[in-house]
């Protein structure tokens, strides 16, 4: 069965596409990307003006919560909304219950990922047995099992012994080593960015300092031990200096920021809603000067990768005083408007560069398959309508928790349709054109 | 006719603003000038009541008020029933140990039962900032903040402007040096809101380690020098050091803190002769302040204990139906 996608702009920087191409379907992989490509009996749909088809976007950092939390998300309900998100692929971290620390729990969540059969999913393993940072989780066995990189997200790596022991371990077989960089000891019992809203609300905070830390031990490890590092939602100034200075003395570090780490600020807590729980996440929203270095990262090219992590917490865990609520909120489905309204609209970056930063680099980090239109590639491909109004709404969303802080937004771009393995699992009802996909 | 008129209060100097226009009291920071000017007028009227034989008006007979306690007090909560009591209000106390959150209650579902029972007003005390702006968003009733977190106590700061002015006539112009835990202190920031609103001068005073992140966008001169700050002072505040918490952690010791931030008579006297010393209490004698400055003559603590009653009867009468607005209404 083949399907030929006609006469839409092509973004592929791995190609060093980008223009007016049609691209072959056969099967679940892709055939050829080209010009005036021949029909050759295939299925044609005329992508309509305006729209422009990428290699699938990947989203390297989810909370899938299952198994254990399935009153937050599931594989099923979070791939749901991956792929309404325009993301083919995510990596889901391992901090469920139990810990994604062995076989066992991988393939449980492959299992689900199978039956669900929406978004590809890549689990992310345990640093540690059950991320507790004392001893090494089975990593060998974890790989082989398909976990694709490990980390004790949601914490940092307990010691500096252990993080190294685990670069050193997964470098074996080129797994990069995730971190969620933190120092613990300044962090303290912290609930927001500490600066001026946090001193006004009265909230107990934690300096972006405390992220940085955190980086550059890792960054320092990695060039002891020669291993891929790979710095989890940062948000600090300071962090984004470290990576910056260990890129430029080789060494082997990549970074991902979230979509509200580069649009929101710390204002976000007391205004439109004071003390709003979906402004709550870990690493917190910082100050403006943190924000524009985000913005200046994606720009210059050091920030490799747009991660959502993606934190699906239910409504009454988060309709509680602000110090009790679990840090995160969901992202899955308003990353790419917010993405393309605040980066690719604002004048920041141009779309290869938004297509590098979802797509293409995610692939790299990860060592998976995608992230290119190349023949021979899985049929993984995201539509954008880079100029469709989007408004955000949370009650309508696919993931079975709704704690966002953008909902009521107004966004200039949103996802057309998304096709796994040359399957249309997502059209959006607001662009017209694509009955056909 | 007001309720407090019948009884031929002196509520007449109307000041330029006769009622609050909202809701809640969740903080300083939300009130304008002329609010905080009619708070004040209002407790002067409320004041005289509390020297009367009866002690009794009956400006919010057959109004509910609940004293929502998550955290102990005896000041704060002592001086609201009391304040209730005055106005003819039917008061109910709930504290922590006896309500239903130890078994595991969320505020909001307590601030739902609660409501379901009609009261007027709900004073809400609690560790977590921010906690009554969730019971705003949730309740009805008029939710009055006795303190949240480390976010604001606003009666506290009513109360020291109401015993400043008293004693000085004015906010405006006054050199106000505030010195202790600032970083935890939730009557600073409520002081800081409202002296500022009002033209003060106003000057913190820590070790580093108790000052609040970006101090300076307080709109405050902040220093770690303690005789910077008490010169030529007109008002010393002083705030309380959280003994079981600091030690060893924010600075070395008691002693070490006492010997280079306590307030002693020694100290004093590089403030205004006519200098007022003020601690919103519980204070710890020989910690933030020796005792002979405590007990001594500019000491106006326990004045403030006097006019935290007055000041809470404005605030639940304003908010609670006395203001103007309501009366035309009915």
Known sequence: ?437 | MSALAHEQTPVDAAPAVTALRRKDLLGIADLTTEEIALILDTAEAMKEVGERPIKKVPALRGKTVVNLFFEPSTRTRTSFEIAEKRLSADTLNIAVASSSVVKGETLADTALNLEAMHPDMIVLRHSSSGACHLLSRICRSAIINAGDGMHEHPTQALLDAFTIREHKKRLAGLKVAIVGDLLHSRVLRSNIHLLNKMGSDVWVCAPPTLVPADIGRFGVRATSHVDEAVADADVIMLLRIQLERMEGAFFPSLREYFHVFGMTEARLGRARPDVVIMHPGPMNRGVEIASEVADGPYSVILEQVANGVAVRMAVLYLLGGGGVDHEEAA
């Open chain 1, 1 to 437: 069965m083949k399907k030929l996608l006609k006469g839409g702009r092509v973004v592929d920087p791995a190609n060093g596409i980008d223009g007016v191409h049609d691209v072959l379907i056969d099967g679940d992989r892709i055939a050829a990307c080209g010009r005036d490509l021949p029909v050759d009996g295939a299925a044609v749909v005329e992508i309509p003006a305006g729209l422009v088809v990428c290699p699938g976007f990947i989203d390297m950092h989810v909370h899938l919560r299952e198994p254990g939390q399935e009153h937050k998300e599931t594989v099923a309900t979070g791939t749901a909304s991956a792929v309404a998100g325009g993301f083919t692929a995510v990596a889901c971290m391992p901090n469920t219950t139990p810990v994604n620390d062995n076989a066992n729990v991988t393939a449980y969540i492959l299992t689900k990922a199978t039956e669900a059969n929406l978004a590809r999913v890549y689990p992310i393993g345990a640093v540690s047995r059950g991320s507790r940072g004392e001893l090494l989780a089975d990593i060998a066995e974890l790989r082989q099992a398909g976990c694709v990189a490990i980390t004790d997200d949601g914490h940092p790596v307990a010691t500096a012994l252990l993080l190294r022991r685990a670069m050193e371990y997964a470098g074996m077989f080129g797994m990069p080593v995730i971190e969620h960089c933190e120092d613990s000891s300044l962090k303290g019992d912290a609930v927001a960015h500490e600066g001026y809203q946090a001193a006004t609300l009265g909230l107990r905070g934690m300096p972006g300092a405390c992220e940085a830390l955190g980086a550059e031990r890792g960054i320092l490890l990695s060039e002891l031990t020669g291993a891929h590092f790979h710095v989890a939602h940062m948000s600090a100034r300071a962090s984004l200096r470290a990576v910056r200075k260990g890129k430029e003395h080789g060494v082997r570090v990549t970074c991902e920021v979230a979509p509200h780490h580069f649009t929101l600020t710390d204002e976000a807590l007391a205004s439109p809603v004071p003390y709003d729980t979906n402004t709550k996440m870990n690493p917190p929203l910082r100050e403006a000067a943190d924000r524009d270095a985000m913005l200046a990262g994606i720009a210059d090219g050091t920030v490799d990768a747009v991660a959502t992590d993606h934190a699906p917490h239910h409504y009454d865990e988060k309709n509680v005083e602000f110090d009790r609520a679990p840090f995160g909120i969901v992202g899955l489905e308003s990353a790419v408007p917010l993405s393309l309204d605040r980066l690719v609209h604002a004048g920041l970056i141009r779309l290869p560069r938004l297509v590098e930063l979802l797509s293409v680099n995610p692939a790299r980090i990860l060592r998976v398959a995608g992230g290119t239109l190349s023949p021979g590639a899985p049929a993984d491909l995201t539509i954008l309508a880079p100029d469709l109004t989007v408004r955000v709404d949370a009650a309508a969303m696919r993931s079975r928790s709704k704690n966002t802080p953008f909902g009521g937004w107004e966004l200039r771009g949103g996802v057309a349709a998304t096709i796994v393995g040359g399957r249309t699992l997502f059209v959006n009802a607001a662009v017209d054109g694509l009955k056909g996909l």
